[in-house]
């Protein structure tokens, strides 16, 4: 039998079998019917009623979860499912993102301002300019130019690379910056420059094995994540990327025994 059943679910994500069924009468989810009628819920499923329970966690009430849920649902064009979206609290708001924009699914207001990161890219490569310095100076520039200018904070940790290419944080974070500007395997190749440098790098070896999953090389992606494991073991995302992927190839055992850890480690 496929799927899962709504007591299993309860107990896995640590809620009442009600609350479940609430999330359900909403409108999010829609699991399918079993032989008796029962209901059994996707491997997506639970990623979804896990953001929902993230949102309750950060004090936001029950009814206005399942509600900015149900509108988000609404907003999202035709074919594009939830978990398209990043959905965390900021505060007292229901924050959506993507890689275009952050808006309130409550309001549908779009929360960032684009003219001001406009201007901040055109002025940063004057201030970067403007300025010498050593590796450590060039690093902390780009960090400071991430949010408003990626290109010149990619611009400035080359800099950093080339007065000091043992700087394995600027390996790791222009990785980034290259995966998030949609070149996997660019990124792959400076997390592993990064990797060579400090073997016990954490957030380079998940950083890896995020990347490998874009290239569509899991079970390389399924390794990196185990090494980073290896080297931290409270590394939350890791065990969550692992249950998706476990879950993917049919090792369902294995798939909750890392929701399971999941769960624990980011209640803890």
Known sequence: MSGYGAREVAKMLGLSVSQVRAYVRAGFLEPTRGPRGELRFSFQDLVLLRTAQGLVSARIAPRRVRSALRKLKEQLPEGRPL???????????????????SWSPESGQVLFDFET????????????????????????RACDLEETAPDDAAAAYRRTLELDPSHAGAWVNLGRLLHEAGDARAAAQHYRKAIELNPDNGVALFNLGVALEDLRMPEEAILAYRTALAADAACADAHYNLSQLYEARGEGTAALRHLRTYRKLVQA
């Open 83 to 101: 978990r398209g979206v990043h959905i965390h609290a900021e505060g007292d708001r229901i924050v959506v993102g993507d890689d275009r924009a």
């Open 117 to 140: 990161k406009e201007l901040a890219r055109k002025v940063a490569p004057l201030q970067i300019r403007a300025r010498g310095g050593d590796a450590s100076d060039w690093y902390e």
